[in-house]
């Protein structure tokens, strides 16, 4: 018998790629500074304030996170430190630049990712040159 994804399943996978998430209330825009694995993340704020964040069991297996990855995490209001989260949104560039084009995103974070996307440029042209002097050889 075939296995097929259920319907929550689903519409989970499906809002997560085609939704448009802005941060509400009791919710914060993190960066992701590692994983620590048990479906744990260290994450920081805006303040460069580092805490961590859980994976809850319904993404498990369905959104895979990795260092540098912008997320929007709720968090408990009522606890002093304000160090733990919970995932409740991993964000993808389509959704990172409908929140740039609203100004949600903190200076901080928007400088990392400009760094990151050059990083990331410079390393196709050098794949790239590569091919094409492998090419002419």
Do not use: W
């Not at 620590?36 to 993340?41: E, Y």
């Not at 440029?121 to 094409?132: A, M």
């Amino acid at each position: 018998k075939k296995k097929t994804m259920g319907k929550g399943r689903r519409f989970l996978q499906n809002s997560t790629l085609n939704d448009l998430p802005v941060p509400g209330e009791n919710e914060k825009l993190l960066r992701v500074v590692s994983t620590t694995g048990n479906n744990t993340l260290v994450v920081e704020d805006e303040n460069q304030k580092v805490g961590q964040c859980r994976i809850p069991k319904r993404f498990r297996n369905l959104i895979f996170v990795k260092k540098g990855d912008l997320i929007i995490a709720s968090y408990d209001p009522s606890e002093l430190k304000q160090e733990y989260y919970e995932l409740s949104h991993a964000l993808l560039d389509t959704q990172i630049r409908n929140l740039r084009s609203q100004n949600l995103i903190p200076a901080i974070f928007d400088r990392k990712l400009a760094e990151e996307e050059k990083r990331k440029e410079n390393e196709n042209e050098n794949k790239n040159k590569n091919k094409e002097s492998a090419e002419e050889s």
